[in-house]
């Protein structure tokens, strides 16, 4: 019998959910609801598109007519409420009900606002979805100083792009370096000289604890009582699954909806993947874990049963004259060795974090050819060879494990 699959949510775990159930089934109904008024796109491209035309077409995932071509009927602006588990069926804002054989859940988050005084002043975004950047496309003539609260890898792409606009910049990061879940104290060090370089100030330990102005923002004050002057605000400081509407349903949540390893929920023909997942403790909140995720749930879906293997973990950074990388787990706490390669260059620097003799993690700056080599070993679980290490550039080194 040809099931009644409804999506809710229209990003990149919707997508890759459909072509894996258009792989398996090509007679089953597909419903996606999306809250926002465009077809899926690519949420990574937002940032790079401050200073562009951000048109829907340009960074849709599918054109319009593959949604047709796969027979995936599209609600945009449909933003679900509600799950009435017991007669499978979910509720939309205007309490409209939809009825399904099985429901993939792959709503995503949305940015974690904090809880400053001040931050509903005009002036004050975050970038999440395309309306955002239209709203601030619109505001950003006239205004020339613009702080960022928040040193992750989205705060400091959008650092970035500000600041080759002529725009003068501030970043103010709670934590004691930028990128903490990314680079270690070194490595963070490098990125913090580099953006320095670009008269960008760089606040470390710093809480941003009021913004400034009548309605229209004018500066912010830190928890160290100084004052900064900004006539724009926008906030990077991570995300929020979107679970709300599950929870007066017996789905079982914790940070996200929990699932295994087949994205399957604690309620039969109930899935979840993508940022409002959560696997084995842990929401993946990265890209291609929501690809992964989305195709994993798609498969068993159609009844082709299938296991998600995790996404290891990847940054890249190419700005403020350097380029960077970092995979896996980077915390030297957690592991039994570290080996740092030495280079004159300053802005030059290669760390391998190593684990039970697995290298578990890498951070590259600077010459970062070998970063898909690296990811490749840590995938494969390549034993580590002080002895060969030792012997061997690490170009040549990481070469002899990929191809051993």
């Keep these: 019998m040809a099931e009644k699959i409804v999506i809710v949510g229209g990003g990149i775990a919707a997508v890759n959910a459909i072509k894996a159930i258009r792989e398996v089934d090509n007679k089953s109904e597909i419903h996606l609801f999306g809250n926002e008024s465009f077809y899926p ?215 996200g909806i929990v699932v295994n390893d087949k994205m399957e929920t604690n309620l039969k023909n109930i899935y979840a993947a993508g940022d409002i997942a959560e696997l084995n403790g842990k929401i993946a909140g990265t890209w291609p874990s929501a690809v992964e995720q989305g195709k994993t749930a798609g498969y068993n879906i159609a009844g082709k049963e299938t296991k998600y293997t995790e996404a290891i973990p990847t940054t890249t950074l190419n700005a403020f004259n350097i380029s960077l990388f970092s995979v896996g787990n980077v915390d030297a706490k957690q592991c039994t060795e570290t080996l740092t390669y030495d280079d004159t260059d300053e802005n030059s620097y290669k760390r391998l974090f190593i684990k039970d003799g697995k290298i578990v993690g890498a951070i590259l700056i600077g010459d970062t050819k070998k970063s898909m080599a690296l990811k490749s070993v840590i995938e494969r679980k390549a034993d580590f060879s002080s002895v060969a290490y030792a012997s061997m550039s690490f170009s040549d080194y990481i070469d002899s494990l990929k191809n051993n």
């Design 41 to 255: 796109y690519h949420r990574i491209r937002l940032t790079k598109g401050l200073f562009e035309s951000m048109m829907e077409d340009k960074i849709r995932i599918q054109k319009i007519d593959w949604y047709t071509a796969n027979n995936v009927s599209v609600y945009l602006g449909a933003e679900v409420i509600g799950i009435n588990t017991t007669e499978s069926k979910i509720i939309l804002k205007d309490n409209i009900s939809v009825s399904y054989t099985k429901l993939l859940l792959a709503s995503g988050a949305r940015n974690f606002v904090p809880p400053i005084n001040g931050i509903n002043k005009d002036g004050v975004y975050s970038i999440r979805q395309l309306e955002d950047v239209h709203n601030i496309q619109k505001d950003l003539e006239g205004k020339d100083t613009i702080l960022n609260i928040g040193g992750g890898i989205q705060g400091l792409e959008t650092v970035w792009i500000l600041n080759q606009q002529g725009k003068k910049v501030k970043v103010a990061e709670v934590q004691e370096r930028l990128m903490p879940r990314q680079l270690d104290e070194k490595a963070s060090d490098i990125l913090k000289k580099a953006i320095e370089s670009f008269n960008i100030e760089v606040l470390l330990n710093t809480q941003i604890s009021e913004i400034l102005g009548e309605s229209q923002v004018s500066g912010a004050t830190t928890n160290g009582g100084n004052t900064l002057k900004c006539d724009m605000v926008i906030v990077s400081v991570g995300i929020r699954p979107n679970v709300e509407f599950v929870k007066d349903s017996p789905i079982e949540v914790s940070k």
